[in-house]
């Protein structure tokens, strides 16, 4: 009989804190808090692309969590894109906008780096590679 968990204590500790993380980041986009494009750029387009980011990160993030406790590889990946999606908006936007580093939320600029150093650690990567399908 093939089960189907939120979490999945079996998994290395990377993995288990990155599902945590995943969840707790849609949580907290879904609060109004989380990634904040449009108030680092400002103008029109800011806007779309906030939401955007925003639901991609909500919905992403709970599939990711979901998926990879349940040892799909498809969740890994989306995982790994939900988890770098704010990192590369920031760096393009200090780029282009010629915006400072301490113009963003210092939290969670935190655990958007955690996150990602969880879901790419070598402890991750290697059950990914032996367990997930």
Known sequence: MQTRRWVNQSQPQTLQIAVFLLYFGAVWVLLGSGPQVGAAVGGANANAIENFARLFIAVGG?????????EQKLGYYVGIAVAALPLVAKVLIMVRYSVGL????????????????????TQSRNYVRIWFK
Not at 62 to 70: D, F, K, L, Q
Not at 105 to 117: G, M, R, S, T
């Open 62 to 70: 709970v599939y990711a969590g979901y998926a990879i406790s349940n």
């Open 102 to 121: 301490f113009d963003f939320d210092l939290v969670n600029l935190l655990f958007e780096i955690a996150l990602l150093a969880l879901i790419l650690h």
